[in-house]
């Protein structure tokens, strides 16, 4: 590997667009908000904006956010702002809607509406605002520079790939309709959803960063989305390695073995990594939030690893929270016998590992197990495949999905048809949503396997897993205005199946961090206006329990004890605690051990919260 590069030097010279992306939690908006911020006192007028559904700008910057720029204190010459996908489609919904009223019947009207209603027309909206800051000069004109802070790594790939997906869609439709309402208001937008692209990959006009750990799984997920925006035009990427630790205490084990996880991680991404720039931002000791610690991350200056006399990695109030083994929680998710469970999160907290190591565990004590991703990031359960006997492992492929989901309708609907009405079905059966019901369909036909055997769900992350469960009545809705196929039993009978707390049991994970906290605590009020109430909580990866005296490390642990009393205290009844874990836990025996490692667990601390009425029906 070539000696990485100082992180000023990304912004020498620097282009008027900057975009972000990598793996979910691999610091994105961290960094990106340092660069802004660089910027801004560099003398520039600079627009940072959050593409995120689960963004955490907010909390990052210290300043509420909404869709239009805010300058943040402090920082002359910045101003932020969040595209939020439900209020964006609102706007995006009244403006195809209002040029009709008066000249449409009112059922004409409502039928229009009730297509807008679905998840496609949300992301269609939050990509049209997001083409409109990239390819419309004159909307951020008032700006020097636009960063974007963009969603983990498949949500962004799908906002880059819809600029051509909806211009070939727009392109071969000859019907008029779709299931986004008339195509006219698409197509006054095409012209801005083709400069988006070219701006995109236009290396003199965009900056793309990859921002990656130093680890394997974050390195591979760096690499593929190198590949997938190269297809895309994209052939000048940038990565910034964030987080790189040094041991200042070699002879601590935990320390050490930190430091040579990232060296053998950084060596077998070697070709890669000399393939392009790399730049590197150290490990810091402190939670990245506020506009003086987000300074300190890029400006070269040395983590202060001093302490307090007498603080120690287990200190700063950890001994508060009772002492209980982790395996209390795997007996009491491997009573019932068979069900779901979920793991939910931010993205890079660990769902996967932590989903992956439960079911290792339930098949190892006997169960039929079956443990499946909808995220298209995941790893670490494909590594599980023929390990463990009882174990069936596989993953929710949205291309196998929607083209099984084609055939079908084409089949049963389409035999029938004359021409013209057939190729009007083809053309319809192109449309986004398509990609969307068809994986949602596997989602409930993975979750009906729980009557049986234990279903495992490793699910995306925070954003798109909300979605996809509050989903349900709008793709009922879809598939019955497509008249294609009647709702099976699983889908039907999904959302009283994942409310039943006796069938489904959802483990929110999380980090000792303020941002995965926070945005898990989201989740979980998300969850129960849903009527899932949430089993329990994992805090992974915590430094406080480790016993490392390597004074980083030390700092880094001290750190974590707020937000382990926040969740303690206010958010969960139950919560497992596990130790940063030495290998990155891959395979089926390192998993075992995960949950094998010392770890704190606090018992239910009196009833559950009352449940919350489900949504009302729409």
């Not at 206006?529 to 915590?542: D, E, F, L, M």
Request: glycine letters at 8%; proline letters at 8%; aromatic letters at 6%.
């Amino acid at each position: 590997m070539n000696p990485p590069l100082p992180v000023a030097r990304l912004w020498e010279n620097p282009t008027r667009f900057f975009f972000f992306t990598g793996k979910g939690g691999v610091g994105k908006t961290s960094l990106s908000c340092a660069v802004a911020i660089a910027l801004a006192d560099a003398g520039k007028r600079v627009l940072l904006v959050s593409t995120d559904p689960a963004s955490n700008l907010d909390e990052v910057l210290g300043v509420p956010l909404g869709g239009e720029p805010r300058p943040v204190p402090h920082v002359p010459g910045l101003q932020a702002l969040n595209i939020n996908p439900e209020a964006a489609a609102r706007v995006y919904r009244e403006k195809i809607i209002a040029p009709l009223r008066g000249q449409l019947p009112e059922p004409v009207l409502a039928g229009i509406e009730e297509r807008l209603s679905g998840a496609c027309t949300t992301e269609i909206a939050a990509f049209d605002e997001f083409s409109r800051l990239l390819g419309n000069a004159s909307a951020t004109a008032e700006f020097d520079h636009v960063i974007f802070d963009t969603a983990p790594t498949g949500h962004t790939l799908r906002l880059l790939m819809l600029p051509k997906a909806w211009a070939g869609f727009l392109a071969d439709n000859a019907s008029g309709t779709s299931c986004l309402g008339p195509l006219a208001g698409l197509d006054q937008q095409r012209a801005v959803y083709e400069s988006a692209v070219a701006v995109f990959a236009d290396a003199s006009r965009t900056t793309l960063v990859l921002v990656s750990r130093a680890q394997v799984a974050a390195l591979r997920e760096a690499r593929r989305t190198r590949d997938e925006l190269a297809k895309l035009g994209a052939v000048h990427p940038r990565l910034i390695l964030n987080g790189v630790f040094r041991a200042a205490a070699p002879l601590d084990p935990v320390a050490a073995a930190l430091e040579k996880s990232g060296a053998r991680a950084l060596a077998e991404s070697r070709d890669f990594l000399d393939s392009l720039p790399v730049y590197e931002v150290a490990l810091r000791p402190e939670n990245l939030l506020g506009v003086d610690v987000l300074r300190a991350l890029v400006a070269h200056q040395k983590p202060d690893g001093q302490v307090d006399q007498g603080l120690g990695a287990g200190g700063a109030g950890f001994d508060e929270i009772a002492a209980m083994d982790c395996g209390d929680l795997l007996d009491a998710l491997a009573a019932p016998g068979h069900g779901v469970i979920m793991t939910m999160g931010k993205g890079g907290v660990g769902k996967t590992t932590v989903a992956a190591a439960v079911a290792v565990h339930l098949a190892r004590s006997g169960f039929a197990v079956h443990l499946s991703t909808t995220d298209p990031a995941a790893h670490v359960a494909a590594a599980l495949r023929d390990q463990v006997p009882g174990l069936v492992v596989s993953r929710i492929d949205p291309q196998a999905e929607t083209a099984a989901y084609v055939a079908e309708v084409l089949a049963a609907q389409g035999a029938g048809l004359d021409p013209e009405s057939r190729s009007l079905l083809e053309e319809d059966l192109r449309s986004p949503c398509t990609e969307e019901i068809a994986v949602f369909r596997a989602f409930a036909r993975t979750v009906a396997l729980g009557n049986e055997s234990f279903v495992v769900l490793d699910t995306a992350p925070t954003g798109h897993t909300v979605l996809l469960l509050d989903a349900t009545l709008a793709y009922h809705r879809e598939l019955g205005r497509q008249a294609r196929s009647t709702l099976s039993e699983e889908v039907c009978e999904l959302l009283p199946r994942l409310r039943d707390p006796e069938f489904t049991r959802v483990l929110i994970v999380t980090l000792p961090e303020a941002t995965p906290v926070h945005e898990a605590a989201a989740l979980q009020e998300d969850l129960r206006r849903a009527g899932i109430h949430p089993y329990a909580w994992i805090v992974n990866q915590s430094f406080a329990i480790t016993g490392s005296m390597d004074p980083l490390l030390i700092r880094r642990g001290a750190s974590e004890a707020g937000y382990l009393r926040e969740v303690t205290g206010s958010l969960a009844s139950r919560i497992a605690v596990l130790p940063w874990s030495k290998e990155e836990p891959v395979g089926a025996e390192s998993l075992a051990a995960l949950l094998r490692a010392p770890s704190r667990t606090v018992g239910p601390r009196g009833p559950a919260p009352e449940p919350l009425p489900p949504f009302p029906p729409q």
